[in-house]
């Protein structure tokens, strides 16, 4: 088993800037890429960013420019960077971890982009 544990999420003003952070544990040796979803409202869940053990990253095109995705590979660790914060990035968000044999979820953390 793996669990991942996300922390940074918290209210913030249209153009603001946070990071997330996602630590794995648990099996972590058997993690392959990691990612971030996050699900507004009403809304189903989208990808925002995912990365490979490698480094390859890809975004959803609506962060691109906005967002960084890195992760620590020795600390078994994601971040997601988030600059020029705007409304419509209101959402729940979710650290993702694929294993060989299955996706990993984590609890998720809210980020409020509010004047």
């Known amino acids: 088993q793996v669990q991942l544990v996300e922390s940074g999420g918290g209210l913030v003003q249209p153009g603001g800037s946070l990071r997330l952070s996602c630590a794995a544990s648990?099996?972590?040796?058997?993690?392959?890429?990691m990612g971030w979803y996050r699900q507004a409202p009403e809304k189903q869940r989208e990808l925002v960013a995912r990365i490979t053990p490698g480094g390859n990253t890809n975004y959803a095109d609506s962060v691109k420019g906005r967002f960084t995705i890195s992760r620590d590979n020795v600390k078994n660790t994601v971040y997601l960077r988030m600059n020029n914060l705007k409304p419509e990035d209101t959402a729940v968000y979710y650290c993702n971890a694929d294993s060989t044999t299955r996706a990993y979820w984590g609890k998720g953390t809210l980020v409020t982009v509010s004047s």
């Open positions: 648990g099996r972590s040796f058997s993690i392959n890429a």
